[in-house]
């Protein structure tokens, strides 16, 4: 592929629960940008109910690419390449995107290429809408941190991943919606937590920082049982007559305060470790205020951190990695299969 060529790709991104799809071009401009939510279908169950993902993609998924097609002013024969994700994610859920993205490719003989969604996740450092911005220098050391996924990579190049570390149990995104339904904060829960946590204090309570100076790994289930081990005294104070109200503010900023403190002390330690150039953030956990401000203010190397919008699940990102995987010549396929625990990368040493 000649990379003097204007290449405009539509990306499509089905694994949770938004339905997106994008056009961007040279894996950079984004000239469209389309997110159905769900949240508020799966609100009412605490957390992503599976079928109904699956079901409402197959309601939307259509008039969402013909949308973020109208608004990049372009048909689908000036696309060039059609980027889908994969996996990882809800097997029910990806193949709502994949069947769509294989029909318009088959259709029309544009190449299909398939995408890992963490891979997605780290090209949204990449995005602008209007103004080019720097990117990130190589090599990157990248944090994903989402519902799904916490995991240290380190980025040699353009497509080249070393995971360091994951977390041995809960993701970081998935201890916020846990501890918010604890708290009774409703879902998504780190938006939730986050708002509560602004008119706490962070000091209040000394919750646990797992593996804080030890291996690259996470762990956030011994966080969360501290967290229902307090509300569980409190409850059971009250159940004995002695009022006292759960101080949920001050968990809530205290929980807020243990996940980041580990996110951004492991973090910097793995760049400085590794000698990379800067740090990355992706996933929806990277939407946390108080994580974006700790990791500038203490990172050694510059930051890069997409805009909220593109910090969670969006096709925005999935477009831009698609463009790095066809000018390093990736074979566009049509034989795709969904990959719902797809790795991104093996572990280094
Ligand atoms: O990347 P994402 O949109 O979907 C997955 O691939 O999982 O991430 C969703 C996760 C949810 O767990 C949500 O609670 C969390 O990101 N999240 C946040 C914030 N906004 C979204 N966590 C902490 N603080 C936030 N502001
Ligand atoms: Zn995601």
């Known amino acids: 592929m000649n990379t003097t060529d204007t290449v405009r790709i539509l990306g499509i991104e089905t694994s949770c629960d938004e339905t997106a799809a994008s056009v961007v071009e040279n894996g950079r401009k984004i000239l469209s940008n389309i997110v159905a939510s769900q949240v508020e279908l799966h609100a009412q169950y605490g957390g992503v109910f599976p079928e109904m ?25 000036d696309i060039d390449a059609i980027a889908v994700t994969q996996g990882p994610g809800l097997a029910g859920s990806l193949v709502v995107g994949i069947n769509m993205a294989k029909g318009l490719a088959q259709s029309t003989g544009i190449p299909l290429i398939n995408l890992n969604h963490l891979e997605g996740h780290i090209y949204a450092s990449w995005l602008y809408e209007e103004e080019e911005k720097k990117v990130p220098g190589f ?8 519902g799904g996924h916490t995991e240290l990579n380190l980025v040699k190049d353009h497509l080249d991943y070393t995971r360091l570390g994951a977390t041995l149990d809960d993701a970081a995104g998935e201890a916020f919606d846990k501890v918010a339904r604890l708290l009774g904060l409703g879902y998504p829960g780190g938006p939730a937590i986050q708002k509560a946590a602004h008119s706490g204090n962070p000091q209040a309570i000394h919750f646990p920082r797992a593996l804080m100076d030890q291996s690259w790994d996470f762990s956030f289930s011994g966080l969360k049982t501290a967290v229902l081990r307090l509300v569980k005294e409190y409850e059971l104070q009250n159940s004995e007559h002695i009022s006292r109200a759960i101080p949920v503010n001050d968990i809530a900023a205290s929980f807020e305060a243990a996940v980041v403190d580990v996110l951004v002390a492991k973090t910097i330690r793995a760049a400085e470790a ?3 150039k800067s740090i990355l953030i992706a996933g929806g956990v990277s939407a946390n205020v108080r994580l974006r401000k700790e990791i500038v203010e203490h990172s050694p190397v510059d930051v890069f951190i997409p805009p909220l919008k593109y910090c969670t699940d969006n096709a925005a990102m999935i477009a831009a990695a698609g463009y790095y995987r066809l000018v390093k010549g990736i074979e566009p396929s049509l034989e795709l299969d969904v990959r719902p625990s797809w790795r991104l990368a093996a572990k280094g040493d």
């Open 139 to 146: 090599p990157i050391m990248a944090l994903i941190v989402s």
């Open 274 to 276: 590794t000698g990379a």
């Open 53 to 77: 993902a699956s079901r409402q993609h197959v309601v939307t998924i259509y008039s969402v690419v013909e949308k973020a097609l109208k608004d990049a002013h372009l048909s689908i024969s």
